[in-house]
């Protein structure tokens, strides 16, 4: 039996893993669907000033409540932002890494400084009038769902990964890259990892929600990286 610690992207919550979180249960494993600070089933706790660092600590102190000493942790989106934080601190806990569909900073690298024009221009244009809270990506005339999507806060794609070299300790890490998502900017992460004899790298079919259109292949893809 393993344990799993699954975190999710931008502007939405822990529902993006429904499916995934049932299916590695039904095999037998453990799994936790971290639940991020003013995002998903916590939208009531939104407010300007949560951080990235806020998101790190979220996930880790849902992983000493769950008792987990060692795991498989993933993330997709964002979430490889708030993965590479916990990647930083316990290392040497994490049996593999994986990035679904998701960024991969380096040592002092924010989301700001791994995206482009587009976004940067969102971002800053979206929270005009509701300053620090940022629309999902791509969507006008927003209304959050309770529970379900909502207004994400800006810091959090400002502030900078710090990496310790904790990090260097997992044995394991896996990228999935969504084929069927255009215009991406996971490219240039797929890219770098692809001929990385240090990376499992896969391919998936499917729009940028590669739990939802892959899920199969999601499940064993994790499944895989705890044998």
Not at 6 to 29: E, I, K, N, P, S
Not at 41 to 49: D, K
Not at 108 to 117: E, K, N, R
Not at 200 to 224: C, F, R, W
Request: glycine share 10%.
């Amino acid at each position: 039996m393993a344990n799993y610690v699954l975190v999710h992207g931008a502007w939405g919550g822990g529902q993006t893993y429904d499916r995934t979180a049932a299916d590695l249960r039904a095999a037998g494993h453990q799994v936790l669907v971290a639940q991020l600070t003013g995002l998903g089933l916590r939208q009531s706790e939104l407010h300007p000033g949560i951080t990235l660092s806020d998101h790190i600590e979220d996930v880790l102190t849902q992983i000493e409540a769950a008792g987990f000493e060692r795991f498989v942790l993933a993330g997709h989106s964002y979430g490889g932002m708030v993965i590479t934080g916990v990647a930083s601190r316990l290392g040497g806990r994490i049996d593999a890494i994986c990035y679904i569909d998701a960024f991969v900073p380096e040592d002092g690298q924010s989301l700001w400084d791994i995206t482009g024009a587009f976004e940067h221009d969102w971002y800053i244009r979206t929270q005009k009038h509701k300053p620090g809270l940022v629309d999902p990506i791509g969507r006008e005339d927003f209304q959050p769902v309770p529970g379900v999507v909502g207004y994400h806060p800006l810091l959090t794609l400002l502030e900078a990964v710090s990496l310790t070299g904790e990090e260097k300790r997992i044995p394991r890490r896996a990228y999935v890259f969504a084929t069927n998502w255009q215009p991406t900017p996971f490219t240039r992460f797929a890219q770098a990892v692809k001929g990385d004899r240090a990376w499992e790298y896969h391919e998936a079919d499917a729009s940028h929600m590669v739990m939802d259109d892959q899920p199969e292949q999601t499940v064993e893809i994790l499944l895989g990286l705890a044998r």
